[in-house]
């Protein structure tokens, strides 16, 4: 307890240089008794702020942390407004006027989408977005290239990679074709690809690397492998991949696997917390670019299951409810709580 520097510190390399950087040396005043200097210990909480450290870089693990992907996509305005003018996918166009989708007395619209059970093919295009953003807004021109996701000396294929092959950014349609190829042949799930973004958003803070146009393929490639063996029960193996990849070879996924491990110090907890907040991220994503989700009318047989999930949870929360009841009472301004349920017709 004597050590400033002995329980504040992430397992972050990049955190742990900052957060040594922001603390005062320790000084012995070997003059002062025990009992002086006790009251002036100042404590813990008060030398170091864990959680702003912790949130400031490390946003793949903190819920109330911003993602990297959301405030990049922030950065470049030209696209985003070229982007918008394309994608029109909130609204039918009826004789050249825009009519957007809104939900009546008769009509509920919504979409198939929920954060446990996300739209595989919008949760894809909204991850390749994100992607596309990394690589758009990189922090430097080219960035460091690590031997291990380097296209040039790792080709995923027998074709030969252009010299120019880390000058040119993809488009999102090619990062698309990309994870969702690798999506279907694999059948992995939709919660699989938000796990992905969360690990790579990891290994980029992690490793201090950027993702760029000669490293993406790998980056994601590494980070799917690894978030379905994670995520799903029954994991894809690496000669699966093989098979996907023709010309890629078992002991490159098994090194690739490896590495990317190592750079993430074995880390690849996701807490439901930090899976929700990528989940409404990817949506907040997708509205500011017109890439939302498709709404469809509300239908009696969804209708009917919701209001079965409605009848599950109140039966579920009766007895906490009880007891909200007895503890929320005040004498000086004395209130009945009324419980009205929901009605599906």
């Known amino acids: 307890m004597g050590s400033t520097t002995s329980c504040c510190v992430s397992g972050s390399p990049k955190l742990r240089r900052n957060a040594h950087s922001r603390l005062e040396p320790y000084h012995q005043e070997s003059d002062l008794s025990r009992e002086e200097t006790a009251c002036n210990l100042q404590h813990i909480s008060d030398r170091e702020n864990i959680d702003e450290l912790n949130m400031e870089y490390n946003p793949s693990e903190h819920p109330r942390a911003s993602t990297i992907f959301l405030s990049k996509s922030h950065n470049d305005d030209v696209i985003y407004r070229s982007v918008r003018e394309k994608r029109k ?8 006027i825009l009519r957007r989708k809104y939900s009546s007395c008769s009509t509920i619209f919504l979409d198939d989408n929920t954060v446990s059970q996300p739209n595989l093919k919008y949760t894809i295009k909204c991850v390749a977005l994100a992607i596309y953003y990394h690589i758009k807004n990189r922090d430097t021109n080219g960035g460091m290239l690590l031997d291990i996701f380097d296209e040039k000396r790792h080709p995923l294929s027998k074709s030969e990679v252009p010299l120019d092959y880390d000058q040119y950014d993809p488009d999102q349609r090619q990062i698309y074709r990309f994870v969702r190829t690798l ?14 973004l969360v690990y790579l958003e990891r290994l980029l803070t992690y490793a201090e690397i950027d993702i760029c146009p000669g490293n993406w393929k790998r980056i994601v490639l590494g980070a799917i492998l690894l978030a379905s063996k994670v995520w799903d029960d029954q994991a894809v193996w690496n000669v699966d991949y093989c098979q996907i990849l023709k010309d890629v070879t078992v002991e490159d996924m098994n090194e690739l696997e490896r590495q990317f491990l190592e750079l993430l110090q074995f880390n690849i907890n996701v807490p439901s917390s930090v899976y929700a907040k990528y989940y409404f991220d990817l949506r907040s994503l997708s509205e500011s670019n017109n890439l939302s989700f498709p709404l469809e009318p509300l239908s009696r047989e969804k209708a009917q299951k919701l209001e079965a999930i409605s009848r599950l949870c109140d039966d579920k929360y009766k007895d906490l409810r009880r007891a909200a009841r007895k503890c ?9 709580r009324r419980w009205v349920p929901a009605i599906l017709s």
């Open 89 to 96: 996918s909130l609204f039918t166009n009826n004789h050249g």
């Open 328 to 336: 929320s009472a005040s004498m000086d301004n004395l209130c009945g």
């Open 183 to 196: 999506f279907s042949a694999a059948q992995l799930t939709s919660e699989c690809a938000i796990v992905t």
